[in-house]
């Protein structure tokens, strides 16, 4: 085999190793990401002054620049921003202080970990209406 070949075959081999180191470390994330998902709480704010889906969407951007955020819905018409977050890597306070940074009067409702709770919350508020 020529010294071109070799060099070839090695620098291959070195590629290879790379993408799947990559790999590996993608799973990982992944892996963690979703073990992060099964342990978040769940905050309930209630959201004053907002007008329209542009208002719940400056919320929820603002919601998702705190890190450990891992979902947020706004609804305008309910005034509540629901944020759901990994209590190891951010807290109701610094959630609170990102939300008040869009402006609208911010207050904090409720705290739970199961989401059940909530969903049954829901319901009882939509029976209402
Ligand atoms: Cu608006």
């Known amino acids: 085999m020529s010294k ?9 081999l070195g590629v290879f190793a790379i993408v799947s180191a990559q790999t ?5 994330k992944d892996a963690k990401k979703s073990t992060a998902k099964a342990k978040t709480e769940i905050i309930t704010f ?11 969407g400056m919320v929820d951007g603002a919601a998702n620049t705190v890190d450990g955020v891992a979902k947020c819905s706004v609804k305008f018409k309910e005034k509540q921003a629901v944020v759901e977050y990994d209590p190891k890597k951010t807290d109701a306070k610094k959630i609170e202080a990102a939300l008040k940074t869009t402006g609208f009067s911010i207050a904090r409702i409720e705290k739970t970990d199961a989401k059940k709770k909530i969903s049954e919350k829901a319901a009882v508020a939509k029976k209402k209406k």
Do not use: H, Q, S, Y
Not at 24 to 28: G, H, I, R, S, Y
Not at 46 to 56: H, I, L, P, Y
């Open 24 to 28: 590996a470390a993608k799973k990982e």
């Open 4 to 12: 071109i070949k070799v060099f070839v075959m090695i620098m291959l």
């Open 46 to 56: 209630n959201v004053d002054g907002m007008t329209c889906g542009a208002c719940a």
